[in-house]
């Protein structure tokens, strides 16, 4: 057995080595030792003691800890898939979504869905022009007996097909 309270640290959170006693069981601390009791263990934010007792810095929700662990710096949401599905802005501790013209924002403040009249798919089965909305199995026709119709254009400005 090496990873023992020898004065020696093996275990990343210190616990192998106790946190208030020498090993030799004399109340001395380690000179490296820090409780949150001492400046809130020197974190910017939240401090937790491990089981070890010693201080681990945690940073509130929209925050990581820095290299130093101890301050806390900004996370940039925008950086991560999904934030928001079209326009992310990053703010100090949180993120901001909006949407492109012709959208607007849903009441999840990340999605967007098209402001303009409900969608429909327009198709061609050679014999007739169908209409079929999104929501619905059921489609009706917009042009029927026709003789070749294998493809369609539409210019929505001007609502022709
Ligand atoms: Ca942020």
């Not at 990581?64 to 802005?89: G, K, M, R, T």
């Not at 798919?121 to 909305?133: A, E, S, Y």
């Amino acid at each position: 057995m090496h990873k023992v309270c020898d004065g020696v640290v093996d275990c990343l959170d210190s616990s192998d080595e106790s946190p208030r006693r020498a090993c030799n069981g004399s109340n001395m601390l380690p000179t490296n030792f820090t409780s949150c009791a001492d400046n809130n263990g020197g974190c910017e934010h939240t401090c937790r003691e491990s089981l070890s007792g010693r201080a681990q810095c945690i940073c509130r929700k929209g925050f990581e800890l820095s290299p130093d662990l101890s301050s806390c710096i900004d996370l940039n949401e925008c950086n991560e898939e999904a934030s928001c599905s079209q326009v992310c802005n990053n703010t100090i501790g949180s993120f901001v979504c909006s949407c492109l013209h012709g959208y607007i924002l849903r009441p999840d403040s990340r999605t967007c869905k098209a402001s303009g009249p409900e969608p429909a798919l327009l198709f061609t089965n050679r014999i007739d022009i169908r209409k079929i909305l999104p929501d619905r199995s059921e489609f009706r026709s917009i042009l029927r007996d026709l003789e070749n119709a294998i493809g369609l254009d539409y210019h929505i400005d001007k609502g022709l097909m």
